[in-house]
């Protein structure tokens, strides 16, 4: 069956980074757009960017660009993000979500991260 | 950014009742670009509905999404006891964003 499945919780000190994976199986990984959302303990959803089918091109909220890289290894049918100069209010879930169009059609089942 | 407001915040229901939630848009979203997800505890968000109006796979008919342009609403016909969760609105225009939520509670 389709499904994502995300690396397990990490924990980081102030100012370091973390890259998250994402490893993609039961469909063609080449044939969808990837997006990153993270949700904070208790808070809602925040989205974080996208990249292409091919991995050529990323788009990320403003809040996060010059901190956040996302990546994607087509022959692992992986995707990548790795968040850099974490502070205390980076503590959250992480997901990956395939794109459907207009939606996001699949998730993964989060990675907790800690900054502390 | 186009800016997503649900409401109300926490709606108190017992199962069986009909729930109605909103979502209202800065400005005007195209029907097409307008989703919502249901979450439940310790679990990750889950597509309901697309297009405003399209149930996702698997959806029960009980899930039922109507709006445009600015005003948009998911109603529950009737509740069952796994229905009792968060519910974000989503829109896709240049950028993505989510409403802050509702959490539909039992009375």
């Known amino acids: 069956q389709e499904q994502l499945v995300q690396s397990g919780p990490e924990v980081r000190k102030p100012g370091a980074s973390v890259k998250v994976s994402c490893k993609a199986s039961?469909?063609?990984?080449?044939?969808?757009?990837m997006h990153w959302v993270r949700q904070a303990p208790g808070q809602g959803l925040e989205w974080m960017g996208i990249i292409n089918s091919g991995g050529s091109s990323t788009h990320y909220a403003q809040q996060f660009q010059g901190r956040v890289t996302m990546t994607r290894d087509t022959s692992t049918a992986t995707v990548y993000m790795e968040l850099s100069s974490l502070r205390s209010d980076d503590t959250a879930f992480y997901y990956c979500?395939?794109?459907?169009?207009?939606?996001?059609?699949?998730w993964g089942q989060g990675t907790l991260v800690t900054v502390s | 950014e186009i800016v997503l407001t649900q409401s109300p915040g926490t709606l108190s229901l017992s199962p069986g009742e009909r729930a109605t939630l909103s979502c209202r848009a800065s400005?005007?979203?195209?029907?097409?670009?307008l989703a919502w997800y249901q979450q439940r505890p310790g679990q990750a968000p889950k597509l309901l509905i697309y297009?405003?109006?399209s149930r996702a796979t698997g959806i029960p008919d009980r899930f039922s999404g109507s709006g445009s342009g600015t005003d948009f609403t998911l109603t529950i016909g009737r509740l069952e006891p796994e229905d009792f969760a968060v519910y974000y609105c989503q829109q896709y225009g240049r950028s993505l964003t989510f409403g802050g939520g509702t959490k539909v509670e039992i009375k």
């Open positions: 400005q005007s979203v195209s029907s097409s670009h």
């Open positions: 039961g469909y063609t990984f080449t044939d969808y757009y």
């Open positions: 297009g405003a109006s």
């Open positions: 979500a395939r794109e459907g169009g207009f939606d996001l059609n699949l």
